[in-house]
């Protein structure tokens, strides 16, 4: 089948986290609310079912509720919807995307680079070559060799791009070194760098990425969504000051592991009901998240 090109999302996506009540179920309200209240904010669209979502922990009926919220929000206010889905065997992720196919409000799945089974590079093009040509969606693929365990060169990142199904890269290497030089140097047509390492969002900015998929995003989020317009209209003045704080408040917020420190802002702030996640992952301590308010008052005081 020959694919025709989709234009990337860009600007800010937040990848929302999954709220539950005291009861341990998904709290559907506040997972509503906290999509408006970004998207209010300037963000351009939502993740649903990111690694911040806990999807890992979530069971079938409750990952089918998470994107319901959320392509109902994003269907009411025109926002760009991006859903996680697939996994480290090509069949089942075959499987996970025809899956979506019944949801026409998306504008592409974020699909994780396979992970554990450590394919060669050749490998990973070939399941994503596969992928993209059966999939009834566009796919961002998700690289993030610290969880995956397979870095990625530039010239394999940029052979994905280059095929026809496939809208953009999350890219969250850990840092910036020679292959992120290497590609954001020479991007494929149409292809989109979306930020997937929030410290590291306004440097990558600075070299050509087109925009983020953030936790962080959930505080301040207006103000990640000026940063990537001062870097677009090439204002240094606005963009330098305001990359440095974001990139303090990123720090904070992943101080332990993510989303359990946004977790416990979000609560402290009154926006979700509990700050609780599920094992294995445990609460952050609130020292962690007394950090995080205290960095954030600062930014926004
Ligand atoms: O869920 C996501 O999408 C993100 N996950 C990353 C992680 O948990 O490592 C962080 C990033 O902000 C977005």
């Not at 504008?107 to 994503?128: C, T």
């Not at 140097?185 to 292809?191: C, I, N």
């Not at 963009?239 to 359990?260: D, I, K, M, W, Y």
Request: with cysteine; glycine share 8%.
């Amino acid at each position: 089948m020959t694919r025709q090109r989709h234009t990337p999302p860009t600007g800010i996506l937040v990848p929302l986290v999954t709220p539950f009540a005291a009861d341990g179920r998904i709290a559907v309200d506040a997972l509503a609310d906290l999509a408006h209240a970004v998207l209010d904010a300037g963000a351009t669209g939502i993740v649903a079912l990111g690694t911040t979502a806990e999807a890992a922990t979530l069971d079938p009926d409750e990952r089918t509720t998470v994107i319901d919220v959320c392509a109902r929000v994003c269907a009411e206010r025109d926002a760009v919807l991006v859903i996680g889905a697939g996994g480290n065997d090509t069949r089942a992720s075959d499987r996970a995307l025809a899956d979506l196919a019944h949801r026409p409000q998306a504008a592409a799945a974020l699909v994780p680079v396979p992970y554990f089974n450590r394919p060669s590079q050749a490998g990973v093009l070939a399941h994503f070559t596969h992928l993209a040509q059966a999939a009834p969606l566009p796919l961002i693929v998700y690289h993030v060799p610290y969880r995956t365990g397979r870095p990625l060169d530039a010239a394999t990142l940029r052979a994905l791009g280059r095929l026809p199904g496939v809208v953009g890269v999350k890219l969250a290497q850990g840092g910036i070194d020679g292959e992120t030089m290497d590609l954001l140097g020479d991007l494929p047509a149409d292809f989109a760098v979306l930020v997937g390492d929030d410290p590291f969002l306004s440097p990558l900015l600075a070299l050509g990425a087109s925009g983020g998929v953030l936790a962080s995003a959930h505080v301040a989020t207006d103000r990640f969504v000026e940063l990537t317009a001062a870097w677009r209209r090439g204002d240094l003045d606005r963009a330098r000051p305001l990359g440095h704080a974001l990139a303090r408040l990123a720090a904070a917020l992943f101080r332990e592991p993510n989303p359990t420190v946004i977790k416990g802002v979000l609560h402290a702030q009154g926006r979700i009901p509990t700050p609780n996640v599920r094992l294995p992952l445990l609460p952050a301590r609130p020292e962690a998240v007394d950090e995080a308010r205290k960095v954030l008052a600062d930014l926004e005081g």
